[in-house]
């Protein structure tokens, strides 16, 4: 079972720390454990119910009020949210859900029922990737189990590959992008959103994937016209060398704009950015970004 900390339910609920503590003092509808040293933490469950609630409370039930609520009556609550905003954030927030329950028919069902009642193209922008927003917290402090993550990971994955075989632009815009991710780092999901992102506005795409080296991926630039190099760090291995990755970019890209996006550009130097390497974070401002070009 997970265990979340009071930071990852603000992060992935949006409700501030001192907000949810001033609920449970309040309120009987979360029941935190406590360690030894008297830290608060959560399972799956409460962290199920927190999301549930941050959602009433944001489309407009005051939390005195969903404080009587029992689950049944919440859960019919939310099924009543008919604004678009708020159906697309229940979609997300049930994925989120299913993935830490390893719930993974209910994930895929989530999923297939927004791309059939939305279509392929809203569901990538709507849900999976603020999921995958969502998501990136947990890996960042490492409160989320590898299997869910593979897991869900895998059915996204599929989905995303979809996304790319059928995305067509009749407007085809003379770009070519490299897409790699570095030694170390595996987490592709966001690296392939960019991928179909980039393909549906007609811009031409080399995808190495993940795991490859600085050096590997430049070699492609001696055989290819290339205009943009794009690179997301997610979560890399404990060998990874920021600075050198940083020295490794300037030297082989040289001259060539680098884009550099993901949570874990925060520990990079920025005394070792050249004004080449154009950092975007959150993953938001990335995609704003990309569909300037």
Same mark, same amino acid.
């Given at each position: 079972?997970?265990? *979340?900390? !009071? /930071?990852?339910?603000?992060?992935?609920?949006?409700?501030?720390?001192?907000?949810?503590?001033? =609920?449970?003092?309040?309120?009987?509808?979360?029941?935190?454990?406590?360690?030894?040293?008297?830290?608060?933490?959560?399972?799956?469950?409460?962290?199920?119910?927190?999301?549930?609630?941050?959602?009433?409370?944001? @489309?407009?039930y005051r939390v005195s009020h969903i404080a009587k609520m029992s689950e049944a009556e919440r859960k019919e609550k939310l099924l009543n949210l008919t604004m678009?905003?708020?159906?697309?954030?229940? *979609?997300?927030?049930?994925?989120?859900?299913?993935?830490?329950?390893? +719930?993974?028919?209910?994930?895929?069902?989530?999923?297939?029922?927004?791309?059939?009642? /939305?279509?392929?193209?809203?569901?990538?922008?709507?849900?999976? *990737?603020? @999921?995958?927003? /969502? !998501?990136?917290?947990? =890996?960042?402090?490492?409160?989320?189990?590898?299997? %869910?993550?593979?897991?869900?990971?895998?059915?996204?994955?599929?989905?995303?590959?979809?996304?790319?075989?059928?995305?067509?632009?009749?407007?085809?815009?003379?770009?070519?992008?490299?897409?790699?991710?570095?030694?170390?780092?595996?987490?592709?999901?966001?690296?392939?959103?960019?991928?179909?992102?980039?393909?549906? /506005?007609?811009?031409?795409?080399?995808?190495?994937?993940?795991?490859?080296?600085?050096?590997?991926?430049?070699?492609?630039?001696?055989?290819?016209?290339?205009?943009?190099? *794009?690179?997301?760090?997610?979560?890399v291995t404990n060998n990874f060398n920021p600075d050198r990755f940083l020295e490794d970019l300037t030297h082989y890209f040289d001259g060539l704009p680098v884009i550099l996006?993901?949570?874990?550009?925060? %520990?990079?130097?920025? +005394?070792?950015?050249?004004?080449?390497?154009?950092?975007?974070?959150?993953?938001?401002?990335?995609?704003?970004?990309?569909?300037?070009?």
């Amino acid at each position: 079972m997970n265990f *979340f900390t !009071i /930071k990852d339910l603000e992060n992935l609920s949006g409700i501030k720390a001192h907000t949810i503590r001033m =609920w449970e003092q309040r309120y009987d509808f979360l029941k935190p454990q406590r360690t030894e040293s008297n830290i608060r933490y959560y399972d799956a469950h409460e962290l199920k119910k927190m999301l549930n609630i941050a959602l009433l409370n944001k @489309f407009g039930y005051r939390v005195s009020h969903i404080a009587k609520m029992s689950e049944a009556e919440r859960k019919e609550k939310l099924l009543n949210l008919t604004m678009p905003r708020a159906c697309e954030e229940r *979609f997300v927030t049930e994925l989120v859900s299913a993935m830490t329950e390893i +719930d993974l028919p209910r994930f895929e069902e989530v999923l297939d029922n927004y791309i059939l009642s /939305k279509g392929l193209h809203r569901a990538v922008q709507q849900v999976i *990737f603020p @999921f995958l927003e /969502k !998501i990136s917290m947990l =890996w960042v402090t490492g409160h989320v189990d590898p299997v %869910q993550e593979h897991l869900a990971s895998g059915i996204i994955r599929e989905k995303l590959i979809v996304a790319i075989e059928s995305a067509y632009s009749r407007l085809e815009k003379n770009l070519t992008f490299l897409l790699f991710l570095p030694e170390g780092e595996f987490h592709e999901l966001g690296l392939l959103y960019v991928y179909y992102l980039l393909k549906s /506005k007609g811009i031409r795409v080399f995808y190495l994937g993940a795991n490859i080296a600085v050096e590997e991926a430049a070699s492609l630039l001696s055989r290819k016209k290339i205009d943009y190099v *794009f690179v997301h760090l997610t979560s890399v291995t404990n060998n990874f060398n920021p600075d050198r990755f940083l020295e490794d970019l300037t030297h082989y890209f040289d001259g060539l704009p680098v884009i550099l996006s993901g949570a874990m550009i925060r %520990q990079l130097n920025p +005394d070792h950015l050249s004004p080449k390497l154009i950092c975007k974070q959150p993953f938001s401002e990335a995609i704003a970004y990309l569909n300037t070009l």
